[in-house]
């Protein structure tokens, strides 16, 4: 275990207290569930990483939970450390020089049962090379698209972003729909939210901050976006429009997901990296 700086213990204890409240929150939706069947729990699955050079690397706790409401919830959190390998530092900023870096963070993606309850995805992290950032975002994944309940989601999103400056949400949006482009389809994974990486205001603390009130939007925005619509009856036709969806929102996370790539680059957990995909999908 190497040993953290006062910043990097904060991020590490922030990410993983939010992982706790969402796992809270999503169990409590379960147990609101009429669905038939058992309220889903999440299952903890601690897993270690040995970096590429044989020494210790990190880790990081998987929750999977598979229920009544949730078809499938994963929220994961990790700390990594160690370094990169040559080709890939090339890729990663501030690792040119010297390849040696640490990241912790959060990631979660949430596939409903119900076709009328919004997918998400979020995730946040810090970043410490010769340089030292913060990044990721949080994006609402219908598959059955709603103007109004798309309407309430970027209001929220908004109202954070303003809190801490006038420029965030006007950049962080568009680089969402930039981002969630899926070009072999010529179409957006969903219907955006914000997306940042990179961030060093020269403020450290006013970055994090930033950083946890994302976390805090998703956990207060979207169980309304929930509760509004888990309870509605869905038809089977309904439905395969939900797989359909399901299958155009893992060809984005197998192709071209950055998260991806630098799990799989660095030696990450392969099932916690590839907890995003939907546990059902359909191709025509």
């Known amino acids: 275990m190497i040993e953290l700086d006062d910043q990097q213990k904060a991020a590490q204890a922030w990410f993983r207290s939010l992982r706790d409240s969402i796992w809270a929150m999503l169990e409590q939706l379960e147990d609101e569930s009429t669905l038939p069947g058992d309220a889903g729990r999440f299952e903890k699955r601690v897993w270690n990483r040995t970096d590429h050079s044989g020494g210790d690397g990190g880790g990081g706790e998987m929750g999977i939970m598979k229920g009544r409401l949730f078809e499938k919830a994963g929220v994961n959190i990790s700390t990594v450390y160690g370094e990169f390998n040559p080709e890939f530092a090339k890729q990663i900023n501030g690792a040119a020089e010297d390849p040696r870096f640490f990241a912790t963070g959060i990631s979660l993606v949430i596939h409903p049962s ?111 976006l929930v509760r509004a619509k888990m309870h509605q009856d869905f038809s089977e036709a309904q439905r395969i429009e939900q797989l359909k969806y399901r299958g155009l929102y893992a060809e984005f996370n197998l192709v071209y997901d950055r998260g991806t790539t630098f799990g799989l680059k660095t030696g990450g957990n392969t099932d916690a990296i590839l907890m995003s995909l939907p546990p059902l999908a359909i191709w025509e």
């Open 114 to 224: 119900n076709p009328l309850v919004p997918a998400v995805h979020m995730n946040t992290r810090m970043l410490v090379t010769t340089k030292r950032w913060f990044g990721g975002g949080v994006d609402l994944n219908p598959a059955l698209p709603d103007e109004a309940e798309t309407a309430a989601f970027h209001a929220a999103v908004k109202a954070t972003c303003d809190r801490h400056s006038p420029d965030y949400y006007p950049a962080h949006s568009k680089w969402a729909e930039e981002y969630f482009w899926v070009p072999h389809r010529n179409r957006h994974r969903g219907v955006g939210g914000i997306f940042y990486d990179h961030l060093n205001s020269g403020d450290w603390a006013a970055d994090f901050a930033y950083t946890q009130d994302v976390g805090r939007c998703f956990l207060e925005t979207y169980p309304k």
